[in-house]
């Protein structure tokens, strides 16, 4: 496996624990708990500047990029499809970000939207995880050189010198770390979703 995948399969095993811990924390402000906004900003910090710019950046930018120049379409496809996955999954964890950015309690509205966010959001991604790992990656591994991944590496470190200069991937993993320690991931229900599970309550 090419330097650039390993990168972004890594990723993925980091966004997998974020998202097993929000859907236990889902689970537990379904069956009652008081959520604190602190905690849904946390989730949305690292959502947003990790899964999706820091992650969903390098591959928009620059593999799915370098798979399109090399004819796979983007409009219809695999590529097209994580693409589409990648707008929905923003638009739901928007969604997650607006009622952390809210002030004060959280409204019982609040509550159900980032319930109903959430529950949209983690099967989602996990699915799409599994057919980035298991379809599009392996897929580009056959279409594109060794020179090619050669430079996506170096486009892979420019990228992240711009996106976040030092530090970034640092503190959003210690967010995620910190999120992952308040709120555990069930390994059978990460299990049974990333299998194609559905979400259950319990
Ligand atoms: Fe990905």
Not at 158 to 180: H, I, M, P, Y
């Amino acid at each position: 496996m090419s330097r650039p995948l390993t990168i972004l399969m890594d990723e993925h095993r980091i966004i997998e624990q974020a998202l097993g811990s929000l859907e236990t924390c889902a689970i537990e402000v379904d069956g009652g708990l008081a959520i604190e906004r602190a905690v849904v900003r946390d989730y949305a910090d690292f959502l947003k500047g990790f899964a999706d710019a820091w992650h969903h950046g390098k591959e928009e930018d620059i593999l799915f990029r370098r798979m399109v120049e090399r004819g796979f379409s983007a409009e219809s496809g695999p590529v097209a499809v994580m693409l589409h996955e990648h707008r929905q999954g923003r638009e739901l964890v928007g969604r997650i970000a607006a009622v952390g950015a809210g002030e004060g309690p959280v409204a019982p509205e609040e509550r159900a939207s980032f319930l109903a966010a959430s529950r949209g959001f983690v099967p989602l991604l996990r699915q799409h995880i599994q057919k980035e790992d298991n379809i599009l990656y392996p897929m580009s591994a056959r279409v594109l050189t060794p020179e090619e991944f050669e430079k996506m590496l170096a486009d892979f470190e420019a990228f992240e010198r711009a996106a976040g200069a030092v530090g970034t991937r640092d503190r959003l993993s210690a967010v995620a770390e910190k999120l992952v320690a308040a709120f555990r991931p069930d390994e059978a229900r990460m299990a049974a979703g990333a299998a194609g599970g559905c979400w259950s309550r319990g």
